[in-house]
Nanobody, 124 residues
Framework: QVQLVESGGGLVQPGGSLRLFCAAS????????MGWFRQAPGKEREFVAH????????FYADSVKGRFTISRDNAKNTVYLQMNSLKPEDTAVYYC?????????????????WGQGTQVTVSS
């Protein structure tokens, strides 16, 4: 069965960096685009970043553009999210997901499989 396991979250000071990992299994990883989303307490889950199957295209939410970088290693079945210049408003649970239908890359409903999430807290 499809499994997505996120890791790399933690507590970091404003301006710091973190790198998130998402290890995938149970499907042909290289055949699917992947996304990162996040959800803060009391808020809806929101799009963060998307990467196509062969890493040819990446897309970002305006709020993270220029600070976050999504990448993938199809040989390792892993997708990454490098987060730099972190801000307190980046605090959330971060989820990776597999894009399984033709919906827009920023739409939650376009992704059918999700990991359990990893907490990122940006605070001094």
């Amino acid at each position: 069965q499809v499994q997505l396991v996120e890791s790399g979250g933690g507590l970091v000071q404003p301006g710091g960096s973190l790198r998130l990992f998402c290890a995938a299994s149970g499907f042909t990883f290289s055949s699917y685009a992947m996304g990162w989303f996040r959800q803060a307490p009391g808020k809806e889950r929101e799009f963060v970043a998307h990467i196509t199957r062969s890493s040819g295209w990446t897309f970002y939410a305006d709020s993270v553009k220029g600070r976050f970088t999504i990448s993938r290693d199809n040989a390792k079945n892993t997708v990454y999210l490098q987060m730099n210049s972190l801000k307190p408003e980046d605090t959330a649970v971060y989820y990776c997901a597999v894009k399984t239908n033709s919906g827009g890359h920023s739409q939650v409903r376009a992704y059918d499989y999700w990991g359990q999430g990893t907490q990122v807290t940006v605070s001094s």
